[in-house]
Each structure stands twice: as C-alpha cells, then as structure tokens.
C-alpha cells in the first residue's frame, strides 16, 4: 500500500511540474504577443464597448470573421487544461473547478487589457476578455474531464490520495490497549468484550465513634 502512494505521489508531481513548465511557457508566449510594441502607421481606436469588436469583425465577410475570432478565443485555451493540471488534483467537483478556470484567464485577459493601455501599437478591445475567457471554458469543459479520467485510471493511488493517520493517541485503543495506572505508562491488552477492563478499586468505609466516646479520652483541666 505504502509502495502504490508513493508512486502516486510522484506521478501527480511529475504532473505538476509538466504543467507548470507549460502553463510559464505559455504565459510568456501571450506576452510576447499582447504587449510588445508594434511599429505600424496607425493603429486603431480603442473598443471599449461589449461585442462592439465582434460586430465590427464579422463586417469583414465570414473568412476574415472567423480568423479574428478565431484567434480570441485560442489565445489563452491552453490555459484552460494547464490551469487545472498543474493544481493537480484528479477529483475536484466539476463546476468548482470550471468556475475557477475561467475566473483566473479572465482576470489574467483583463491585466492584460489594462497593460495593452501604455504599449504602442496595441489596440485595446474590451470583446479580448469576452473571447479569451469563452475559449478557456471550452477548452475546459472539451479536455479536462477526460484527461483526468484517463488520469484516475492509470495512477488509482494518486486519485485516492494518502492513507490516513490515526489521530494521537487513539492507536493503542485501536489495538485494544490501555493504560495501566502505576506503572509508567505501560500498558496491557484488553479482551474483546465491552466492560472488561476490571472492576473498580474500592476504599473500606471507616466508621466514626461517637462524640461521647471522643470526649472520654480528652484530659479535662480544671
């Protein structure tokens, strides 16, 4: 059992770090993009109106449409898998982990809106976070169930998680141990039924004289 976790522990840090490596890779490439200067003629005004930008694309006939849509709604998909690989966790709840995804690239596509502001060159398109965050639920909801399906099967330990520990103290009384009084904490190993751990010690009753009894014998001084 030991051996299975151990090799489930280290399949879900390969993953990790997989992802990882990838989802820094991926980020750097989106900034290359989004926020290097461009040295064009004239660049233009920005779009601060939702689906605004979309309308003005699909002007441009359905060929160029689709490729202008087509490259918002691809560049931060990759994040859509990456984001939850290199969490690593194999049995998440579906929504939760959609609803994370998605929160996260669209916060990343609106730092990137508000840092396109001072690069020369950019256009800032408010419809940007609309497609990026459409693409990385699709992405998402295409991929990540799947993947970490075909994941639970191939590493069972790793979905499992680790085995628990025994809370402090409750190990001896699992093993049917308990303490003996009076000699150093050892202890001595009970019977498998209820109520044998031995009878209680009792104290003798002392009986009491009477007081005249007790004033008899107190010397009296006159």
Sequence with gaps: MQQR???GGSAAI??????????FAHL???GWLTLRPLDVPWAAAANLTPLEG???DLAYGPVEAARRIGEGLALLAPLGVLLPM???????????????TTAAAALISLGILFLQTGVPGQVVDVDAVLLNATGVAVAHLAVVPALRSRLRRTHPAAA????????????GAAQGLIPQPGTGGGTTPTSSGAGTQGST???PRVGIAPWS????VVPREY
Aim: net charge positive; hydrophobic share 45%; proline share 11%.
């Design 5 to 7: 976790h151990e090799l």
């Design 14 to 23: 390969r993953l990790r770090a997989v992802s990882g490596v990838l989802l």
């Design 28 to 30: 750097a490439l989106v």
């Design 54 to 56: 979309i309308r003005t």
């Design 86 to 100: 290199a969490g690593g966790r194999l049995t998440p709840s579906l929504l939760a982990s959609f609803v994370r």
């Design 160 to 171: 499992a998680g680790p085995e628990p520990h025994p809370a402090p103290g409750t190990r």
């Design 201 to 203: 010690p009792r104290i």
């Design 213 to 216: 009894e007790v004033l008899s």
